[in-house]
């Protein structure tokens, strides 16, 4: 009885033995799998971590020489075509492109407000058409749009901790608006020192007296956003007032259709100038030409007009694929209209 219960014993406990050493093993193929599968994604990790950024120092490195090709002339004799200058500009505005398409804030819409109604003229001189550039505020933008060779006005966003140097940028060219940042009815993306309705006359007076100084050759400004603001009575009246004790003149954007801009601007004894079409409210290469197109025909037919475009790839494309439009019409600075 006793030699039975040994061999039981002995049985189990060699049966137990087994089971042990056959979670180790189980244990031990886990652990190396864990192992296995932590260093590898690691190494994965890695290696995607440095593709990346090898990428990307490819992309700066070819960000640079574009900006720089942008900027200075082929030799005498070179032939450049139309498409390496799109690529170029492609290039340039890459890094660039902030993605606002417009200058409206909240719900997207389906189209701008319109134009305030303007006389129909017989136009005996040459129509003139004024382009504003808006949201300039790097030196890519800038360069993009000196390479298209065009009278383009640049509308400069005072500096921010985003964009510090917009006034140093500024201050290298001979004209240049300010594009000023105001209160919209509903903005998730507001500038920094955005002017509000409820600001006093003081804090106004103080932020156009601030920007003078930024920008010391501002004779225009327009503003960036602002249907809140420019929808406003009081606060244009406080606005129009410190512009006027600058020297400054306002173009209206015309971001709303209830712009107090054309009753404050009279009572002030200034003309209303404004904005007649948004080139790039929807971005596709095709609409900016056609907007572009409408624009020449609106300078024809009340013998100027002013659109406003912003510095995204497909409007600087569209803008050098449209040379030729301008033929009939004199392509001018803003000071050159008003």
Same mark, same amino acid.
């Given at each position: 009885?006793?030699?039975? !219960? !040994?061999?039981?014993?002995?049985?189990?406990?060699?049966?137990?033995?087994?089971?042990?050493?056959?979670?180790?093993?189980?244990?031990?193929?886990?652990?190396?799998?864990?192992?296995?599968?932590?260093?590898?994604?690691?190494?994965?990790?890695?290696?995607?971590?440095?593709?990346?950024?090898?990428?990307?120092?490819?992309?700066?490195?070819?960000?640079?020489?574009?900006?720089?090709?942008?900027?200075?002339?082929?030799?005498?004799?070179?032939?450049?075509?139309?498409?390496?200058?799109?690529?170029?500009?492609?290039?340039?505005? +890459?890094?660039?492109?902030?993605?606002?398409?417009?200058?409206?804030?909240?719900?997207?819409l389906e189209k701008p407000p319109i134009a305030e109604p303007r006389e129909i003229k017989r136009v005996l001189s040459k129509p003139k058409l004024a382009i504003i550039i808006d949201?300039?505020?790097?030196?890519?933008?800038?360069?993009?749009?000196?390479?298209?060779?065009?009278?383009?006005?640049?509308?400069?966003?005072?500096?921010?901790?985003?964009?510090?140097?917009?006034? +140093?940028?500024?201050?290298?060219?001979?004209?240049?608006?300010?594009?000023?940042?105001?209160?919209?009815?509903?903005?998730?993306?507001?500038?920094?020192?955005?002017?509000?309705?409820?600001?006093?006359?003081?804090?106004?007076?103080?932020?156009?007296?601030?920007?003078?100084?930024?920008?010391?050759?501002?004779?225009?400004?327009?503003?960036?956003?602002?249907? +809140?603001?420019?929808?406003?009575?009081?606060?244009?009246?406080?606005?129009?007032?410190?512009?006027?004790?600058? +020297?400054?003149?306002?173009?209206?954007?015309?971001?709303?259709?209830?712009?107090?801009?054309?009753?404050?601007?009279?009572?002030?004894?200034?003309?209303?100038?404004?904005?007649?079409?948004?080139?790039?409210?929807?971005?596709?290469?095709?609409?900016?030409?056609?907007?572009?197109?409408?624009?020449?025909?609106?300078?024809?037919? /009340?013998?100027?007009?002013?659109?406003?475009?912003?510095? /995204?790839?497909?409007?600087?494309?569209a803008l050098n694929e449209s040379k030729k439009l301008f033929k009939d019409i004199d392509l001018v600075y803003i000071h050159e209209l008003y």
């Amino acid at each position: 009885m006793a030699r039975a !219960k !040994k061999r039981t014993s002995k049985a189990s406990s060699t049966i137990l033995t087994y089971i042990a050493w056959t979670l180790a093993v189980i244990a031990l193929i886990l652990s190396s799998l864990v192992t296995g599968y932590y260093f590898g994604y690691e190494s994965a990790k890695n290696e995607i971590l440095n593709k990346e950024k090898t990428q990307q120092q490819t992309r700066l490195g070819m960000l640079q020489k574009v900006e720089e090709a942008s900027v200075s002339k082929p030799p005498a004799g070179t032939v450049v075509s139309s498409i390496s200058v799109n690529d170029r500009l492609k290039e340039v505005l +890459k890094k660039a492109d902030t993605g606002a398409s417009h200058e409206y804030d909240g719900e997207p819409l389906e189209k701008p407000p319109i134009a305030e109604p303007r006389e129909i003229k017989r136009v005996l001189s040459k129509p003139k058409l004024a382009i504003i550039i808006d949201d300039v505020s790097i030196r890519s933008h800038v360069n993009a749009i000196k390479s298209l060779g065009l009278p383009l006005t640049m509308s400069f966003l005072p500096p921010s901790q985003a964009r510090p140097n917009s006034a +140093k940028l500024a201050s290298k060219e001979n004209f240049y608006m300010v594009h000023l940042p105001m209160e919209a009815t509903n903005f998730n993306a507001e500038e920094p020192f955005t002017l509000r309705v409820n600001d006093s006359q003081e804090t106004i007076t103080d932020r156009i007296h601030e920007l003078k100084k930024l920008f010391p050759k501002v004779s225009y400004i327009n503003n960036h956003t602002g249907s +809140k603001f420019t929808a406003d009575e009081v606060a244009m009246n406080r606005l129009i007032y410190a512009l006027k004790n600058e +020297k400054i003149s306002f173009i209206d954007s015309r971001t709303t259709a209830q712009t107090q801009a054309p009753k404050v601007l009279k009572n002030f004894g200034f003309n209303y100038v404004a904005r007649d079409v948004f080139l790039d409210h929807h971005m596709d290469k095709p609409y900016i030409i056609t907007q572009i197109k409408k624009s020449i025909s609106l300078a024809k037919l /009340h013998g100027t007009a002013i659109a406003i475009g912003h510095p /995204h790839a497909n409007t600087i494309l569209a803008l050098n694929e449209s040379k030729k439009l301008f033929k009939d019409i004199d392509l001018v600075y803003i000071h050159e209209l008003y």
